[in-house]
């Protein structure tokens, strides 16, 4: 039990264009979903926290306006990079907590963006 | 301000040896230590969580040592095989559905 799917998870765009990527618990409710961006040989780094029907709280130095987050439903969150540039090349990762679980947090398998 | 440190950043250990990992962090609110286990390419997985009530916890060849005073707590991994070559990662977070505050990873290399 506790999955969490990621799509896509590989993917290719051109510079100027926008990515949407989704997150979901398969077989559990998820009140909170993170967002995480993990470059070569780093740890993950935090983006935003996601709550089912609220707005998500972004860490300090990650442009809202660029990552949107929505976590319409207590199995989605979908994380979309608006008006890619290179430097927005990274592995997305997203987690979730179940609802009214442990501590634990379940990762997704991750997202490979490469923008051009 | 990393509030969880981590070391070593790489390790290499010999098939059958033990692989240890160590952790140190400074806010005493922590009260949830898990360990993430993550092959290239993939989202980190959990291996095994500690709580402060307890000192050790193990499941199979993995064992968490937890020294609540010295504020330290540390990953061994006993015979060591080729497939635990991987990146391990300490957390730690405060009260449940709270973020986790990652170390800074620990390449482990086991050479056959």
């Known amino acids: 039990g506790a999955v969490v799917s990621q799509h896509p998870s590989w993917v290719i765009c051109k510079s100027g264009t926008s990515v949407k990527i989704e997150c979901r618990s398969l077989?559990?409710?998820?009140?909170?979903m993170f967002w995480y961006r993990q470059f070569p040989k780093q740890s993950l780094m935090l983006m935003a926290t996601s709550n089912e029907g609220s707005k998500a709280t972004y860490e300090q130095g990650v442009e809202k306006d660029k990552f949107l987050i929505n976590h319409a439903s207590l199995t989605l969150s979908t994380l979309t990079v608006t008006s890619a540039h290179p430097e927005d090349s990274s592995f997305y990762i997203c987690?979730?907590?179940?609802?009214?679980?442990?501590?634990?947090?379940?990762f997704g398998p991750g997202t490979r963006l490469t923008v051009t | 301000q990393q509030q969880v440190k981590q070391s070593p950043q790489s390790l290499i250990v010999q098939k059958g040896g033990i692989s240890i990992i160590n952790c140190a962090y400074e806010n005493t609110a922590f009260d949830y230590f898990p360990w993430y286990q993550q092959f290239p390419g993939k989202g980190p997985a959990l291996l095994i969580a500690i709580r402060p009530d307890v000192s050790e916890k193990k499941e199979g060849r993995f064992t968490i040592s937890f020294n609540k005073s010295a504020k330290q707590f540390s990953l061994h991994i006993m015979d060591s095989q080729p497939g635990d070559s991987a990146t391990y990662f300490c957390a730690a977070s405060m009260g449940a559905g709270n973020q986790f505050y990652f170390g800074t990873g620990t390449s482990l290399t086991v050479i056959p």
């Open positions: 987690s979730a907590i179940q609802l009214a679980g442990p501590y634990e947090q379940y």
């Open positions: 077989d559990f409710q998820a009140t909170t």
